[in-house]
T-cell receptor
Framework: NAGVMQNPRHLVRRRGQEARLRCSPMKGHSHVYWYRQLPEEGLKFMVYLQKENIIDESGMPKERFSAEFPKEGPSILRIQQVVRGDSAAYFC??????????????FGPGTRLTVL | AQSVTQLGSHVSVSEGALVLLRCNYSSSVPPYLFWYVQYPNQGLQLLLKYTTGATLVKGINGFEAEFKKSETSFHLTKPSAHMSDAAEYFCAVSASGTASKLTFGTGTRLQVTL
């Protein structure tokens, strides 16, 4: 069973460009979470999605950031008009369906975004 | 709402010595508690988790943690440190009963010296 996959692993963008980060959850997992890790800090929750639905986006910046998890294909975290402060590691996690999953989230290797 | 406090951003131990990483939590509902390890430039790997039942939880690589409700703590221990244990360790909490977000502490960087 393949783990959570994220691509690209490293992404370099210039200020003002768009960044698209992709996450493929583990097989059978229908819950996806995105977290951001700034340098020397812990992970901060951004958004929680199920297929075709955003469940909790309380951690998403109000502007420039969006996320989706379509019926088919990976989850996408999109950052428009990137700024230097967006430079961080972005981690995706997935968990199985149902409350008996104990909320165990399996993390991908992350995408390290550098904004020049 | 949940929060996590990890005391000590850096901990240094000698190889073979006891490892103790502290974690205190705050939660308005019964919590689920987790410890994750992160090696440089890698993702997070689950070490252990507490959900219900036995309060002493054993994880991978010889680590264990004890849930103490009265102290709102979930400290991570390992009897004998190994050089390969050098990494960043994160304590996290989520609300029980639902698939919900993890709230992480700021992490503790463990250094193991000869």
């Amino acid at each position: 069973n393949a783990g959570v996959m994220q691509n690209p692993r490293h992404l370099v963008r210039r200020r003002g460009q768009e960044a698209r980060l992709r996450c493929s959850p583990m097989k059978g997992h229908s819950h996806v979470y995105w977290y951001r890790q700034l340098p020397e800090e812990g992970l901060k929750f951004m958004v929680y999605l199920q297929k075709e639905n955003i469940i909790d986006e309380s951690g998403m910046p109000k502007e420039r950031f969006s996320a989706e998890f379509p019926k088919e294909g990976p989850s996408i975290l999109r950052i428009q008009q990137v700024v230097r402060g967006d430079s961080a590691a972005y981690f995706c996690a997935s968990s199985p369906r149902g409350a008996d999953s104990y909320n165990e989230q399996f993390f991908g290797p992350g995408t390290r975004l550098t904004v020049l | 709402a949940q929060s996590v406090t990890q005391l000590g951003s850096h901990v240094s131990v000698s190889e073979g010595a006891l490892v103790l990483l502290r974690c205190n939590y705050s939660s308005s509902v019964p919590p689920y508690l987790f410890w994750y390890v992160q090696y440089p430039n890698q993702g997070l790997q689950l070490l252990l988790k507490y959900t219900t039942g036995a309060t002493l939880v054993k994880g991978i690589n010889g680590f264990e943690a004890e849930f103490k409700k009265s102290e709102t703590s979930f400290h991570l221990t390992k009897p004998s440190a190994h050089m390969s244990d050098a990494a960043e360790y994160f304590c996290a909490v989520s609300a029980s009963g639902t698939a919900s977000k993890l709230t992480f502490g700021t992490g503790t960087r463990l250094q193991v010296t000869l």
